[in-house]
């Protein structure tokens, strides 16, 4: 056992532990522009931060009348997403050092993600988090994606730890509301500031207002510290 007692960590990846929501951007955008010639803007792309890339897909494919096929849709994204992604991503500084420092102390992490495995897997082994990440979830690979629990009940599950011993880090409401459905805490760091007074981020053990740009790693281990469950 950890210094943390039984506590595990399960992580978001994108917008939580990587900074890919501006590769997610262009791929999407490059898609849209080749299927319907729709203009893509950032500010449509906030309305799908925490969202899986399937229920967004198949989304667009109803909205815009896309012949392709979700499964052809997501293949097409992600193509475009990992030439991106393996180009360069970037870590948020605080979240490495976190991982590090969990690594180190011994507290179960894992990933879940509402990306492909196969992009979890270039991102992880691109940034150099697959060092001490090494399990890992993605929604594809579950019945239902955020806001529904799955993937992380799946993520609890591959590390033997009770829902209500994991410590949920994410940015966006939908999974914010998944970690609630779970039956575990969450550390909430929005992505999009102006989403930080989301009905659920409310009841988050620590909300960082200001996302990235606010968060430290100190703040959070005192907040898993305090989350050791009582045996």
């Known amino acids: 056992m950890s210094s943390f007692g039984r506590t595990s960590v399960i992580f978001d990846l994108d917008g939580t532990l990587v900074d890919s929501e501006p590769n997610y951007y262009e791929a999407s955008r490059a898609l849209l522009a080749e299927f319907t010639g729709r203009e893509y803007t950032w500010a449509d792309n906030e309305r799908y931060v925490g969202i899986s890339s399937h229920e967004t897909l198949a989304q667009w494919r109803t909205e815009y009348g896309i012949d392709a096929s979700v499964a052809e849709l997501i293949a097409d994204l992600d193509r475009r997403y990992l030439e991106l992604a393996r180009a360069g991503t970037h870590v948020f500084p605080e979240m490495r050092g976190l991982v590090e420092r969990l690594h180190e102390a011994g507290v179960p992490m894992a990933v879940a993600s509402g990306s492909s495995r196969a992009a979890i897997e270039a ?109």
Not at 185 to 194: D, E, F, L
């Open 123 to 231: 991102i992880l082994a691109g940034t150099g988090l697959d060092a001490q990440l090494t399990t890992f979830v993605s929604a594809e690979e579950v019945p239902r994606g955020k806001p529904a629990p799955d993937v992380f009940l799946a993520a609890a599950a591959l590390l033997g730890a009770e829902p209500a011993d994991c410590v949920v880090f994410e940015d966006a409401a939908p999974g914010a509301m998944a970690a609630r459905a779970a039956g575990m805490r969450c550390v909430a760091i929005p992505y999009v500031a102006a989403h930080a007074d989301d009905q659920a981020f409310a009841e988050a053990e620590l909300l960082v207002r200001g996302g990235q740009s606010e968060f430290t790693a100190q703040a959070a281990l005192n907040v898993l510290a305090s989350a050791k469950a009582p045996r």
